[in-house]
């Protein structure tokens, strides 16, 4: 089946997020004050408003400028990778908007059904292109927005985009409840390690603290030169950039590959099962910390430069340092302050102190948290082939190959 493609710019509008400085906020939900919406906020799961700030009503020029339910939020700028982020708004605080590095996008409803252009614009080849109408400079990409609305979308009946956004709802509700339970035992991971260690900031147990080099060899990846880099064959090994390690797992959707021929000694660099893989550079996403444990049975990978392998000194160490890491004790020891964390240095990381409990306690604490990770890794499991999954549903769907 073919639709007309037309250019965003025909079914939507853009308002741009509105400017404003820290030391102009007020109170939330103060008289005359107005809810902002910033990059932390924008969720691919949803808006999330658990932390909000607000600004005098006087700073809203335009009555557009103030947020309607179903319209969507994208960061316009950020990092390559979180430009285009994109939330839909189904609820939302009384008199908010968005803020400067956030654009409002509003659906042309006598053209295009809101959710029906949300659900195509999260598509992951959308995403590419939307990335791909970026500004970049050093560190942070501008969306260009006048690139932005000359993107082509397909166009079917309003009739066919009911239709569609309805298979897709229902899916995208068994994607929320998988992804509430593996929140719920990520939570009870969290509340056992407080529990038996206790919070290693107020260190209430009195325990030991030592770098946590005591516990664990912390090395950072080789410079591997991009010109050097090869196709997939039996001949090359895999390598393992920050933009390969997410929160909790690995993304091998954007994989490089090295030659065998060229490692000689690289050995010290070759990744096992059990080491704990941190992204060096803008380390903490909107999901979190982009840190997380090497699985077994994977293919020979080495590490590369911007990226740490923590390698436990005993195998039972493990759980416990990489909650370590996941704690707030650690993001506090990096970040200081309210500011983005570009990068983790090297010395940083050596010098992040934790508690140093007994053998037995960390044991037993080993034992509890390896049931509940592998519970967790299953979930995982399911949840890249839950998207992959939907991804291939939203293809169908927009492709218009899906069944009637």
Same mark, same amino acid.
């Given at each position: 089946?073919?639709?007309? @493609?037309?250019?965003?710019?025909?079914?939507?509008?853009?308002?741009?997020?509105?400017?404003?400085?820290?030391?102009?906020?007020?109170?939330?939900?103060?008289?005359?004050?107005?809810?902002? @919406?910033?990059? &932390?906020?924008?969720?691919?799961?949803?808006?999330?408003?658990?932390?909000?700030?607000?600004?005098?009503?006087?700073?809203?020029?335009?009555?557009?400028?103030?947020?309607?339910?179903?319209?969507?939020?994208?960061?316009?700028?950020?990092?390559?990778?979180?430009?285009?982020?994109?939330?839909?708004?189904?609820?939302?605080?009384?008199?908010?908007?968005?803020?400067?590095?956030?654009?409002?996008?509003?659906?042309?409803?006598?053209?295009?059904?809101?959710?029906?252009?949300?659900?195509?614009?999260?598509?992951?080849?959308?995403?590419?292109?939307?990335?791909?109408?970026?500004?970049?400079?050093?560190?942070?990409?501008?969306?260009?927005?006048?690139?932005?609305?000359?993107?082509?979308?397909?166009?079917?009946?309003?009739?066919?985009?009911?239709?569609?956004?309805?298979?897709?709802?229902?899916?995208?509700?068994?994607? &929320?409840?998988?992804?509430?339970?593996?929140?719920?035992?990520?939570?009870?991971?969290?509340?056992?390690?407080?529990?038996?260690?206790?919070?290693?900031?107020?260190?209430?147990?009195?325990?030991?603290?030592?770098?946590?080099?005591?516990?664990?060899?912390?090395?950072?990846?080789?410079?591997? &030169?991009?010109?050097?880099?090869?196709?997939?064959?039996?001949?090359?090994?895999?390598?393992?950039?920050?933009?390969?390690?997410?929160?909790?797992?690995?993304?091998?959707?954007?994989?490089?590959?090295?030659?065998?021929?060229?490692?000689?000694?690289?050995?010290?660099?070759?990744?096992?099962?059990?080491?704990?893989?941190?992204?060096?550079?803008?380390?903490?996403?909107?999901?979190?910390?982009?840190?997380?444990?090497?699985?077994?049975?994977?293919?020979?990978?080495?590490?590369?430069?911007?990226?740490?392998?923590?390698?436990?000194?005993?195998?039972?160490?493990?759980?416990?340092?990489?909650?370590?890491? &996941?704690?707030?004790?650690?993001?506090?020891?990096?970040?200081?302050?309210?500011?983005?964390?570009?990068?983790?240095?090297?010395?940083?990381?050596?010098?992040?102190?934790?508690?140093?409990?007994?053998?037995?306690? @960390?044991?037993?604490?080993?034992?509890?948290?390896?049931?509940?990770?592998?519970?967790?890794?299953?979930?995982?499991?399911?949840?890249?082939?839950?998207?992959?999954?939907?991804?291939?549903?939203?293809?169908?769907?927009?492709?218009?190959?899906?069944?009637?």
């Amino acid at each position: 089946m073919s639709w007309p @493609m037309v250019k965003l710019g025909d079914v939507l509008s853009i308002i741009r997020g509105v400017t404003f400085k820290p030391n102009d906020q007020v109170e939330p939900l103060s008289e005359g004050s107005t809810i902002v @919406m910033r990059t &932390k906020n924008v969720q691919r799961s949803g808006l999330d408003i658990s932390d909000l700030i607000a600004i005098p009503d006087s700073f809203i020029k335009r009555a557009e400028q103030y947020l309607c339910s179903e319209d969507m939020l994208i960061s316009s700028a950020n990092s390559w990778e979180l430009v285009g982020k994109i939330s839909f708004i189904e609820k939302l605080p009384a008199n908010s908007t968005a803020g400067g590095f956030i654009s409002i996008i509003r659906a042309k409803k006598e053209k295009v059904i809101p959710k029906y252009l949300y659900y195509w614009l999260t598509l992951e080849h959308t995403q590419v292109k939307i990335r791909n109408c970026g500004q970049k400079t050093t560190n942070i990409s501008n969306l260009n927005l006048e690139r932005f609305k000359e993107l082509l979308i397909p166009l079917p009946s309003l009739n066919d985009q009911k239709r569609i956004v309805a298979i897709l709802d229902k899916a995208a509700v068994i994607c &929320k409840k998988r992804d509430q339970a593996i929140k719920l035992a990520d939570d009870f991971l969290r509340s056992t390690f407080l529990d038996m260690f206790g919070d290693p900031v107020v260190n209430p147990k009195n325990l030991e603290k030592a770098p946590i080099t005591e516990l664990t060899e912390i090395i950072t990846g080789f410079a591997f &030169k991009s010109n050097d880099y090869v196709g997939d064959s039996s001949e090359s090994v895999r390598l393992c950039r920050g933009a390969n390690t997410l929160t909790g797992y690995l993304d091998w959707g954007d994989t490089k590959f090295w030659p065998k021929n060229k490692l000689e000694k690289l050995d010290n660099y070759l990744i096992k099962a059990g080491d704990i893989i941190l992204a060096m550079d803008r380390p903490w996403i909107t999901n979190g910390l982009k840190v997380c444990i090497f699985p077994e049975n994977q293919r020979e990978t080495y590490l590369v430069q911007r990226v740490a392998r923590l390698r436990p000194r005993c195998e039972s160490y493990t759980n416990y340092i990489y909650s370590c890491i &996941k704690s707030p004790a650690f993001e506090k020891h990096c970040r200081p302050t309210e500011t983005t964390v570009p990068h983790i240095s090297p010395v940083e990381l050596k010098n992040f102190e934790v508690l140093i409990p007994n053998s037995e306690l @960390m044991d037993k604490y080993h034992s509890i948290a390896s049931t509940i990770n592998n519970s967790l890794n299953k979930m995982d499991t399911c949840n890249i082939s839950g998207d992959a999954l939907f991804s291939k549903l939203c293809q169908q769907a927009f492709s218009g190959h899906l069944k009637r």
